[in-house]
């Protein structure tokens, strides 16, 4: 697979987590992106992140040590014109 075309997404219970989580990834010097969710993923919140798959570990060490909050984190590679998902959180 290839790892450009690969990234995060990280979902949210609300627009409010959404917005927190933003500002804790721009305070760490991730670069992001806040999207819509996609409808294959989760209707839980409208709002969602794109993270750079690089940033995998961080993300998930910054969730561990409860700096970042989010729903769920998923995998995104797309591949063939289809997105295949991988929930990792």
């Known amino acids: 697979m290839e790892r450009d075309n690969t990234f995060l997404i990280l ?3 609300s627009t409010h987590h959404a917005m927190r989580a933003e500002s804790v990834l721009k305070d760490n010097d991730l670069s992001i992106k806040t999207i ?3 409808r294959d993923i989760t209707l839980s919140c409208g709002l969602a992140i794109r993270v750079n798959i690089a940033d995998k570990d961080r993300i998930i060490k910054m969730y561990e040590d409860e700096i970042l909050d989010f729903k ?3 995998e995104i590679t797309i591949l063939n014109n289809e997105r295949v998902l991988k929930k990792i959180i």
């Open 36 to 38: 819509p969710t996609p």
């Open 11 to 13: 979902t949210f219970d």
């Open 72 to 74: 769920n984190l998923y």
